[in-house]
């Protein structure tokens, strides 16, 4: 390599010869010397396609981000800044472009229009541009014009436009597409204010012919359910997507990829889209009050219903399993189990409550009392049947029972020791014969002096005598609450009024709206199961109505418990936006119900 220095040397010594022979180059630009223009890539497009827009400034490169209006027809997308700098004739250039994409939205004829653009002061007008939209899959000739919008769209769907309350709703959205290709395509969403909703379940896709076009269409199903009445609005549903256009690869460094790779390939790019359906108007019913049974829970649908017990031969203080299960096509949620059993009869332990796909099951321990429990009550579930219009009432049981005493345990005895005779001792009689002398007098203490006449004598049996009572009323209470059913409820009810709902008012604040309805409707309920001795799954309106009745509570107090489930339904399942002032009222409400049920219900 160092044999070629010299002749480096000589060859950088002459090129700068001919540099400083050639003279300074002239950079400098006057405004008259920039001149700005738009050009497209393409006077045709097809509709899927897109197209290249150029805003070039020649004469200068120091231009920022420019924005331009929109343009009929088409949605733009800025992709960046493109430079170029040339000498030529020693004669210094530059220029800048800015690029947009347009993808074309409809078929026809459109023009890119002149645009107004400012630089340094100066105004600068550029010139419009036609463009032809055409649709390949119209085969040539005369078109009519088609949007993107006629190429893929969202329609929501409803079953039935007039339901009844917590009667399931099928809703479908469907998808439609044609001469495009989609891809992330993404669940859709229903608005549906007034509705509990199900996941959608597996998407079915298949063509079909509409006007003469074939279209593509993915079909998504779920079961919605009204949980109130009046006309309520379901939608719109929108669904996420991207929509995959051609775009040519960029292997030259121009603004239109001149280059000759560039002309030969095609490549693909995807633009996101959200599709948006229209809304549906639903009519929600209340259910009829003719032919209503007593024991109507507010279950709306098709469903089957069984009940099972086990075991049927037990001893006294023995548990009991009752299993109940329904299954069908409904909102499970709004199922209530009937209660069965008698607190006379049987000691009744909370039950556990599990819902697995299309079943509701309930799994309760009853442990029998006496000898003199036979049977379990039979068991009855009554749903509304949405397709024949009726009340329905499934029954089973009763279901026999065989209770036998507890065994008695047996007593404690010494294996080995039954045959032998008992051995008589004869009692010896100390201190007669002999009279020991003390080593130590002990303490000595007046003659005449008694422990009883001491004072602190009395403190000590009167704690004594303290302790024991409150150990005993201690006893008392635990033993009751243990074995007295409905007396630990009564006390439960009034641990809820007087302390949790404190707890709860502090953390208003702390909890957002939806976690706060859901903390103080389980609080509520929890009191009113206990307060009523209701069993957990039958604590609705109907029923609390029906078990207040006899202690002439007043209807105002009546209305608020109804409000007080409507808010807390309308939160926790409608998604509903929250004021801190509408959770102080709520919090404030059932506070006031639980005062007066405090008060009129000892």
């Known amino acids: 390599m160092y044999r070629f220095a010299p002749i480096l040397a000589l060859a950088g010594a002459l090129l700068g010869s001919v540099i400083l022979w050639a003279g300074p180059v002239d950079r400098a630009v006057a405004k008259s010397d920039i001149t700005v223009e738009a050009t497209v890539d393409s006077n045709n497009v097809a509709l899927g396609s897109e197209i290249n827009l150029a805003i070039t400034f020649k004469g200068t490169k120091d231009v920022t981000e420019i924005i331009l209006p929109d343009i009929e027809g088409f949605e733009k997308r800025y992709l960046g800044p493109f430079t170029n700098i040339s000498i030529v004739n020693n004669s210094y250039t530059e220029s800048v472009s800015h690029r947009f994409k347009l993808l074309p939205l409809r ?13 340094n002061g100066e105004q600068f007008t550029t010139q419009p541009i036609a463009v032809t939209v055409t649709d390949p899959a119209a085969g040539g000739g005369n078109q009519q014009q088609i949007s993107l919008n006629d190429k ?13 309350l917590n009667e399931p709703v099928v809703a479908k959205v469907f998808m439609f597409y044609s001469d495009i290709k989609v891809r992330d395509i993404q669940y859709p969403k229903i608005e549906h204010i007034g509705f509990i909703d199900e996941a959608f379940g597996q998407p079915k896709q298949y063509e079909r012919v509409i006007d003469g076009r074939r279209f593509r269409i993915i079909e998504f199903t779920k079961l919605i359910y009204p949980t109130r009445t009046g006309e309520l609005t379901v939608g719109p549903a929108q669904l996420q997507c991207s929509i995959v256009f051609r775009a040519k690869n960029r ?21 996101p889209m959200v599709l948006t359906s229209l809304p549906v108007m639903v009519t929600v019913k209340d259910l009829p009050k003719e032919g209503m049974p007593a024991d109507f829970g507010g279950a709306v649908g098709q469903y089957s219903f069984n009940a099972t017990v086990s075991p049927t031969e037990v001893q006294v203080g023995d548990p009991i399993t009752l299993r109940m299960y329904v299954e069908g096509r409904g909102n499970l949620k709004a199922i209530n189990f009937p209660g069965v059993v008698s607190e006379e009869d049987f000691k009744i332990y909370d039950p556990i409550i599990k819902e697995e796909g299309q079943t509701k099951t309930l799994e309760q321990v009853l442990i029998p009392k006496s000898t003199a429990v036979k049977e379990v009550p039979k068991v009855a579930f009554t749903f509304y049947n949405n397709e024949t219009d009726k009340y329905e009432t499934v029954e089973k049981g009763p279901f026999k029972l065989t209770i036998k005493e507890a065994e008695q345990a047996e007593d404690f005895r010494v294996v080995g020791l039954q045959e032998q005779q008992p051995v008589i001792m004869s009692q010896e009689k100390l201190g007669e014969d002999i009279v020991f002398i003390k080593d130590d007098p002990g303490r000595l203490r007046p003659v005449g002096h008694r422990v009883y006449r001491n004072w602190m004598y009395y403190t000590v049996v009167g704690l004594f005598a303290l302790m024991y009572l409150g150990g005993y009323l201690l006893y008392r209470v635990t033993h009751r609450m243990e074995t007295d059913q409905s007396f630990a409820r009564r006390r439960q009810a009034s641990r809820i009024a007087q302390t949790d709902l404190k707890v709860l008012h502090k953390k208003i604040i702390e909890k957002p709206g939806q976690e706060f309805y859901d903390h103080l409707f389980q609080l509520f309920q929890q009191y009113i199961r206990h307060k009523l001795q209701l069993p957990a799954g039958k604590a609705s309106v109907a ?25 807390c339904d ?6 509903r936006a929250v004021k801190e002032g509408d959770m102080q009222a709520s919090h404030q409400r059932v506070v006031k119900v639980i005062e007066y049920l405090e008060r009129k219900i000892r």
């Open 543 to 567: 029923v609390i109505r029906a078990k207040l009745e006899p202690y002439q509570v007043e209807e105002e107090i009546l209305k608020e418990i109804s409000k007080i489930y409507a808010e």
């Open 107 to 119: 078929t026809g004829n459109f023009q890119v229009p002149a645009f107004q653009l400012e630089l």
């Open 152 to 164: 893929i769209f969202l329609q929501l769907q409803i079953e039935n436009s007039e339901v009844y």
């Open 251 to 271: 292997r030259s460094r121009s603004p239109f990829d001149d280059g000759f790779f560039g002309s030969m390939f095609e490549s693909y790019e995807s633009r």
């Open 570 to 575: 309308a939160i926790r399942y409608a998604s």
